[in-house]
């Protein structure tokens, strides 16, 4: 049933988006997402989808036509980068607290400045509080796989959220790489037929989307906001169950790599795990009791999970495509921080900024964060919480 | 003001019942209020095709005075009413 392909991210996640034929794409392209939406506009063109494709003067107007559509009852998507998503950003926090459950591919990019069209995580990042949900992914079958679960999670009924599917731009997006896909049909059968759960088209039925909510009641629905985020997990793994049923891929909250009776580890986001899991395998070769840990749900943030998981460790760095500039820490090891010393965990913690504006991490560039953990394990002492790896110095 | 426990509110603040901002009196926003003054009253009624809101209380083809839970005073009424010694004047509230 499954097909083997060779495809760029891009091209898998345009084929996914084929496959979910949503009934309305509004986008303005931008690097590195631009081949998503351009290819699908082809999808478009050859009569291969029933999706109305609304080509917009802005990123600004893209959110807010698919927003406009998703109100309306449609299944909307979009997908964009880095100043694209900026752009957004208004209609972004919108698209959560009016509870539409639009899908996005996210090609992540740095923001500027300087200008920078290659891979970091600043636009997620820049967003990881606007209430949307957040899946990562490692390479473009998770990419692949994501999207297309990403609907599912968005469209329960329990949940109601936009979901936004983050790959790394260029190192996915434009990297040619073997992935399993699924036919058409049973993708459609997968995701199943759409019934809105309130649209402006309902003329029996009037409603308003996006009131006015003051002082009296805006509290109120951000509280009820807050508690889908709260209770989305069992129902992303639903998904994740269901879909592994129909695939044989698995998917949890994270994926932990040799992370069992490791005594170093790290948590990475995106494509660095994969190159991270080679440099596990390397040093569990000489003994150095390596491990890893790739979010894939980064909002809502699995935290209880993940100190369960890395809560044995002696030494843990948090690797941060985004740094926050807070004289700090990066965003993922502030939320990965609090989670373990809110458990009252000893594990030391150190946080690494890498790859900004798509500065390549080589195995080398791991392998010192391990050293680094290693020197932790054996003397106890944090000597640098804050480190930046790959810049010059 | 409303006081439902956020459970009870519906998910994205979708409004799902017609015509309920009747429920909602705007007229605490008012730091101003027109008067009406019958006698000098014309009955033309632009103060209620002006009227913003739906303060203008009409009965018959006449004008009957304010309704306050909504009027949020604005003075358009004030200012269109058209006779020479107005049939509405503001006041401080
Ligand atoms: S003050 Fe404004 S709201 Fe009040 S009755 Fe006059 S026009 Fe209407
Ligand atoms: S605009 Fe003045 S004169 Fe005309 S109906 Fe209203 S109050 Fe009377």
Redesign the interface.
């Known amino acids: 049933m499954k097909q083997k392909v060779t495809l760029t991210g891009n091209e898998a996640v345009a084929l996914a988006m084929k496959q979910l034929n949503p009934d309305v794409v509004a986008a303005y392209p931008i690097t590195p997402a631009t081949e998503i939406v351009q290819i699908f506009s082809t999808y478009v063109n050859d009569g291969l989808v029933d999706t109305e494709f609304v080509t917009v003067e802005s990123e600004h107007s893209a959110m807010s036509a698919t927003v406009a559509a998703a109100s309306a009852g449609a299944r909307a998507m979009t997908a964009t980068s880095a100043n694209g998503l900026a752009l957004m950003w208004e209609i972004v926090y919108i698209a959560a607290?009016?509870?539409?459950p639009i899908v996005m591919p996210l090609v992540n990019r740095a923001l500027s400045g300087p200008i920078n069209i290659h891979c970091d995580h600043s636009d997620a990042m820049g967003v990881r509080d606007s209430g949307w949900i957040q899946l990562w992914s490692e390479n473009s079958q998770e990419a692949y796989d994501n999207t297309i679960q990403a609907l599912r999670i968005a469209e329960h009924p329990k949940i109601?959220l936009p979901v936004m599917v983050c790959m790394d731009g260029f190192i996915i997006s434009h990297a040619m790489e073997n992935l399993e896909i699924l036919p058409d049909q049973v993708v459609r059968d997968f995701i199943g037929s759409y019934t809105p759960?309130?649209t402006l088209f309902d003329l029996e039925?009037?409603?308003?989307?996006?009131?006015l909510?003051l002082t009296?009641?805006y509290?109120?629905?951000k509280?009820?906001?807050a508690?889908?985020m709260l209770q989305a997990k069992p129902h992303i793994l639903e998904v994740a169950q269901d879909f592994a049923g129909v695939t044989g891929h698995e998917y949890g909250l994270f994926e932990s790599y040799k992370l069992d009776d490791a005594e170093v580890g790290i948590v990475v986001l995106g494509s660095t795990a994969g190159t991270a899991k080679v440099v596990v395998d390397k040093l569990r070769a000489q003994g150095v009791k390596a491990g890893l840990l790739k979010p894939r749900v980064y909002r809502p943030f699995p935290a209880q999970e993940l100190v369960q998981a890395l809560g044995h460790l002696e030494a843990l760095a948090v690797m941060d495509r985004a740094d926050s500039f807070n004289a700090f820490a990066g965003p993922v090891f502030t939320d990965v921080a609090a989670a373990m010393y809110g458990n009252d965990v000893q594990t030391k913690i150190i946080n690494y900024i890498y790859g900004l504006g798509g500065r390549d991490v080589g195995l080398e560039d791991i392998e010192k964060v391990y050293k680094h953990l290693t020197r932790i394990a054996d003397t106890g002492e944090v000597d640098e919480r804050l480190n930046y790896l790959g810049v010059r110095e | 003001m409303t006081t439902k426990s956020w459970r009870e509110t519906v998910p994205g603040g979708w409004i799902t019942e017609a015509g309920n901002a009747l429920e909602y009196k705007t007229g605490d926003w008012r730091s101003e209020k027109p008067v009406f003054i019958p006698e000098n009253c014309i009955n033309c009624l632009f103060c209620w095709v002006f009227c913003p809101d739906d303060a203008i209380l009409v009965e018959d083809g006449k004008m009957k005075g304010i309704n306050y839970d909504y009027c949020k005073g604005c003075g358009i009424c004030a200012r269109e009413c058209p006779t020479k010694k107005k049939a509405l004047v503001m006041e401080d509230e």
């Open positions: 607290s009016n509870r539409l109601q759960q309130k039925n009037p409603v308003t989307a996006g009131p909510a009296d009641s509290f109120e629905f509280r009820s906001q508690e889908a």
